[in-house]
């Protein structure tokens, strides 16, 4: 370890950690918004809500099983189930019908969803802040580092990211499901002409990516405060990830949240008052040499 | 012909019936206008506002209301913006025609609204925004501040931090107005009052930002004896639950206005950080007086929770518009400012007054640190130090200054 403490300091390789732990969250939201931009070519505003109702669906699913390790294990495999169900119900009752349309109304139909499912949040949970506790064995912290104290919790989070990393790459390249989406996303007619029944491949495809964001709220509930308002501070940012790292390409979004999460945490290691510039300065320098984002773009 | 002959008459009777009813209503009760945020995060805050009001007026009217009229009022959602916020305090006294107005958790909607209440002479009672402008410079006649605001708040705790031994400090918050005036509150009258203290650092980060952990390890990093975080709404318990899992809380004590609120405690159930302070204005299980203790039971009966701090301010508003009507013996909005100036009633908190010079409620400030009761499943405010309002409050000099 003192070899490496040779070359990077302590306090920089830990703030590096902390950046990777919280790249998995915006990783695991910006891949499923990807995902549906890319294959469905809806620019998903409402995305952050399915996120938040995640965060919501966890505390509820958690204080269920008793409030404790077991019930946050329960949450992390209904919770984005039943965010899946709600955007399965969307899709179908909605999204469907509207794919033909241009991109303008699609982003303001998406945002009038997140704004109805933020007062639908309202009327289940009320509007009072939520919490998940952290489950029982990652509580606390481990000095690590130079003694410098990492939360478990985050440690987590850094085994979960790649996790679903991988299950995503073999979803979209091992399995039909995967191949027809990516050919969907290519060429939507030329599927149809084959005879695959598009609509279908396209409301799995946003249940998918939907499931993804469920799934990052249920992992980033135990950290925060789950509260109202949550999803708009987080779609920003989510898409901000994807435009850098190319629309509809997950791998893009996996550069962009890595970007994204250790230039934060960089940044506020050199300049504190000013850390929440370095991830949007990054972003902007970016675009200045990629305009179409990092990776190629399925648009 | 005849067909349209009795649709004409039809309609003349509804549109005179509209026309007549607000009169009818004007004579008959007291109306009263709140503007508030009923959407998003802020409700946390606002819902307890309204009940306390509602729960103050119905206990009023059931003996009869004010001079033999009953309050009545009517709520209109800003959803945190001012231009909404501003049209519909408008359309309240303009076309309901209320006689006072209330709210609102938004410091810039309130600042709009105190513009245009200035200018229709309409009293204004601000429920839970907590600018300084709002009773200082930007104050005047109309308006009554029925809560702490960021200097005071930032005062009170600067009281309590200066018996403290620390002298390293560090500053740290949400990076917007409220983070800002809460930080240089605390900040530039600790300075003034134990002139040792330093600051070796500062960091700010966005509203809304979810996860401290990078900042708090590189607060960890500089080693500073305390930590100032002037953090707002859900920024209070993400900051401490990231206290709590990378070992912040044990190692350095840091203060967050309404820390130990029970907006912040009671979701993190057993889970929150011990040992962290915070100051507030009120608390379900102090003062430990059987007046509080009425209140507590009468507002559980209602609502099914325990009153915060916004449920004191909605109660005492209702109680201080009825009692100012009273003494002033009639429905008069400059009798009522009159009646008002300088009034004291019992409160939950014991008797509060309405200071004369500029309309501010003199609330007492509780300053405590999170601690675990094994009567509650959450933590509650240890070694409480009550700060007196006169202490905290800036003086009518300094008022009458900045109005200037």
Not at chain 2, 281 to 308: I, L
Not at chain 2, 319 to 343: P, V
């Amino acid at each position: 370890m003192d070899s490496i403490y040779a070359i990077v300091s302590p306090g920089v390789l830990s703030q590096i950690f902390v950046g990777l732990s919280r790249t998995t969250i915006l990783f695991i939201v910006a891949s499923g918004l990807s995902l549906i931009l890319g294959v469905l070519r809806i620019p998903n505003v409402a995305h952050g809500s399915l996120y938040m109702i995640g965060a919501f669906a966890a505390y509820t699913v958690t204080k269920v099983f008793g409030g404790g390790s077991t019930g946050f294990w329960m949450a992390l495999i209904i919770a984005p189930l039943i965010v899946a169900l709600v955007s399965l119900i969307a899709e179908r009752g909605m999204f469907q019908f509207l794919y033909e349309r241009e991109h303008l109304m699609l982003l303001l139909l998406t945002f009038a969803f997140s704004l109805v499912f933020g007062d639908l949040v309202k009327l289940v949970w009320g509007g009072e802040y939520k919490s998940v506790p952290v489950p029982h064995i990652f509580q606390g912290f481990v000095p690590l580092f130079g003694g410098l104290p990492f939360p478990r919790y985050n440690i987590f989070l850094l085994v979960a990211g790649p996790v679903v990393a991988i299950l995503l790459w073999l979803l979209t390249n091992k399995t039909k499901i995967g191949k027809i989406a990516r050919a969907a996303a290519v060429d939507r007619e030329m599927v149809g002409a084959v005879g695959i029944n598009v609509s279908w491949v396209f409301a799995i495809v946003f249940v998918i990516g939907c499931f993804l964001a469920g799934l990052g709220g249920v992992l980033v509930a135990p950290t925060v405060s789950v509260t109202l308002g949550m999803d708009h501070n987080l779609i920003m940012e989510a898409f901000l990830i994807v435009i850098m790292g190319g629309l509809g390409n997950i791998w893009g979004a996996l550069l962009g949240a890595l970007i994204f999460g250790i230039t934060q945490s960089l940044g506020i290691l050199v300049w504190p008052q000013f850390g929440i510039i370095f991830p949007y300065l990054a972003v902007v320098i970016v675009l200045l040499f990629r305009p179409t984002g990092l990776l190629k773009s399925t648009w | 012909m005849k067909k349209s002959m009795i649709f004409s008459v039809i309609f003349l009777f509804f549109v005179g019936l509209f026309a007549v009813s607000p009169l009818l209503y004007a004579q008959s009760a007291i109306k009263v206008g709140i503007v508030d945020t009923y959407t998003g995060p802020a409700t946390t805050f606002t819902m307890d506002v309204l009940d306390g009001f509602k729960l103050a007026v119905n206990k009023i009217n059931a003996k009869g209301g004010v001079l033999g009229k009953k309050i009545e009022y009517a709520t209109r959602d800003e959803k945190f913006k001012p231009d909404i916020g501003l049209a519909m305090a408008k359309e309240l006294v303009l076309k309901e025609k209320v006689d006072i107005l209330m709210g609102t958790i938004n410091s810039a909607t309130t600042l709009a609204i105190s513009d245009f209440v200035r200018k229709e002479k309409i009293p204004f009672f601000v429920t839970f925004a907590k600018s300084d402008k709002i009773i200082g410079e930007k104050g005047h006649k109309y308006i009554f501040n029925m809560n702490e605001n960021t200097a005071m708040a930032g005062k009170a705790a600067a009281i309590a931090l200066s018996k403290k031994p620390y002298v390293k400090y560090w500053i740290a918050g949400d990076d917007y107005e409220y983070g800002h005036a809460i930080a240089d509150g605390v900040w530039n009258n600790l300075k003034k009052m134990k002139p040792q203290v330093q600051k070796v650092g500062e960091s700010w980060w966005k509203v809304g930002e979810a996860d401290f952990t990078p900042y708090i390890t590189q607060i960890l990093a500089a080693k500073p004896d305390f930590i100032i975080v002037a953090t707002g709404g859900s920024g209070m318990v993400n900051f401490q639950k990231a206290a709590k899992a990378t070992g912040l809380s044990q190692k350095i004590p840091f203060y967050q206005h309404t820390a130990v609120e029970l907006s912040v405690v009671k979701p993190q159930g057993q889970n929150a950080p011990e040992g962290v302070y915070g100051t507030a204005n009120y608390f379900f299980y102090y003062p430990d007086t059987p007046a509080n203790k009425a209140f507590v039971e009468e507002f559980k009966k209602a609502y099914n929770r325990e009153p915060r701090i916004g449920a004191l301010s909605g109660y005492m508003t209702a109680q201080f518009i009825a009692e100012g009507y009273k003494k002033a013996g009639k429905i008069d909005t400059e009798a009522l400012i009159k009646a008002l100036e300088g009034m004291s009633l019992d409160s939950p908190v014991g008797p509060l007054a309405i200071r004369a010079c500029d309309h501010q409620l003199e609330l007492p400030m509780y300053f405590g640190v999170t601690k675990k009761n094994p009567k509650y499943d959450f933590l509650v405010a240890g070694d409480i130090q009550v700060i007196q309002a006169k202490d905290y409050m800036p003086t009518c000099e300094e008022v009458k200054k900045l109005r200037k």
